[in-house]
């Protein structure tokens, strides 16, 4: 799939997200440069954490248990 408004393919929009399970924090890791911005939404759709991602670690301590969906934003495209 590519994102026709950015010339980019899913290909190369590859992420890992290490530790999975988690329990109090994961890495983002893989080809999508400049990161900007997280959210996580639990399986109801509700927006459970938005921030600012700068290299490192993401603190998930104070989510409950479960599945998340992640969201992960730079300047001009969203991944999920």
Same mark, same amino acid.
């Given at each position: 799939?590519? !994102?026709?408004?950015? *010339? #980019?393919?899913?290909? /190369?929009? &590859?992420?890992?997200?290490?530790?999975?399970? +988690? &329990? /109090?924090?994961?890495? @983002?890791? =893989? %080809?999508?440069? =400049?990161?900007? $911005? #997280? !959210? @996580?939404? *639990?399986?109801? %759709?509700?927006? #459970?954490?938005? %921030?600012?991602?700068? $290299? %490192?670690?993401? *603190?998930?301590?104070?989510? +409950? $248990? =479960? *599945?998340? @969906?992640?969201? #992960?934003?730079?300047?001009? @495209?969203?991944? $999920?």
């Amino acid at each position: 799939l590519c !994102d026709w408004s950015s *010339d #980019v393919c899913s290909s /190369d929009l &590859e992420l890992r997200i290490l530790p999975n399970p +988690a &329990e /109090d924090y994961i890495t @983002i890791e =893989g %080809g999508f440069e =400049g990161i900007s $911005s #997280v !959210d @996580i939404f *639990d399986l109801y %759709g509700k927006n #459970v954490y938005h %921030g600012q991602y700068e $290299s %490192g670690s993401l *603190d998930i301590s104070s989510l +409950a $248990s =479960g *599945d998340y @969906i992640l969201r #992960v934003t730079n300047s001009s @495209i969203s991944k $999920s």
